[in-house]
Nanobody, 118 residues
Framework: QVQLVESGGGLVQPGGSLRVSCAAS????????MGWYRQAPGKQRELVAT?????RYLDSVQGRFSISRDNAKNTVYLQMNSLKPEDPAVYYC??????????????WGPGTQVTVSS
């Protein structure tokens, strides 16, 4: 199967920057897309950024966050700049993966906490 592991979360001051990473491993034939979601306490999980043929961002992070991918490492990154008090959440990595010649599925990482506080 496929495993996703996030890293890089932590505590940052408002206005600061943080980069989170997500590495996919396992029986991977092809990764169609990778992206980041977040979920704050009491709120629904929301799409933050996704990378397929192009990029797509949540309106509130447009211009502050940047998603990128290293295909050779099966890793996706989310660079978060100018972090705001509304950004804290558990950030989850998601990947759409072909793991056998005939099977494809979506996988989630366990999440990494991002906290913004002075």
């Amino acid at each position: 199967q496929v495993q996703l592991v996030e890293s890089g979360g932590g505590l940052v001051q408002p206005g600061g920057s943080l980069r989170v990473s997500c590495a996919a491993s396992g029986s991977i034939i092809k990764i169609y897309s990778m992206g980041w979601y977040r979920q704050a306490p009491g709120k629904q999980r929301e799409l933050v950024a996704t990378l397929t043929d192009g990029t797509r961002y949540l309106d509130s992070v447009q211009g502050r966050f940047s998603i990128s991918r290293d295909n050779a490492k099966n890793t996706v990154y989310l660079q978060m700049n100018s972090l705001k008090p509304e950004d804290p959440a558990v950030y989850y990595c998601y990947a759409d993966v072909q793991f056998t010649p005939f099977r494809r599925g979506g996988y989630w990482g366990p999440g990494t906490q991002v906290t913004v506080s002075s």
